[in-house]
């Protein structure tokens, strides 16, 4: 059974960077496309980065330039950087996975998630 753990969150000021962690358990990323979404209060999920387990990220355009994507193959952990933050990027942030090969930012294609951890960015 493949866990995931989200970690990193907190509160920052406008222009502050944080960089979220999410440990996958139970098996290894590597067998595993993953993504990063977010959700704020009473909005849909919204997808950030797709990394499959073959070819490049795909990020959504509202963080293309601003958040960046990277793996720790020892640690089995998924990593995102968020730089230069907006108080539109608050939201709960998730990570989620699927087996195989997959290129998508649409939460339904995703079948492991997260329990997440919430980002607040304050003006």
């Known amino acids: 059974q493949v866990t995931l753990v989200e970690s990193g969150g907190g509160s920052v000021q406008a222009g502050g960077s944080l960089r979220l962690s999410c440990a996958l358990s139970?098996?290894?990323?590597?067998?595993?496309?993953m993504g990063w979404f977010r959700q704020a209060p009473g909005k849909e999920r919204e997808g950030l980065a797709s990394i499959p387990i073959l070819g490049s990220t795909r990020y959504a355009d509202s963080v293309t330039g601003r958040f960046t994507v990277s793996k720790d193959s020892a640690k089995n952990t998924l990593y995102l950087q968020m730089n230069s933050l907006k108080p539109e990027d608050t939201a709960m942030y998730y990570c989620?996975?699927?087996?195989?090969?997959?290129?998508?930012?649409?939460?339904?294609?995703?079948?492991?998630w997260g329990q997440g951890t919430q980002v607040t960015v304050s003006s």
């Open positions: 139970g098996s290894t990323y590597r067998a595993y496309s």
């Open positions: 989620a996975a699927t087996r195989g090969l997959l290129v998508s930012l649409r939460p339904v294609d995703y079948n492991y």
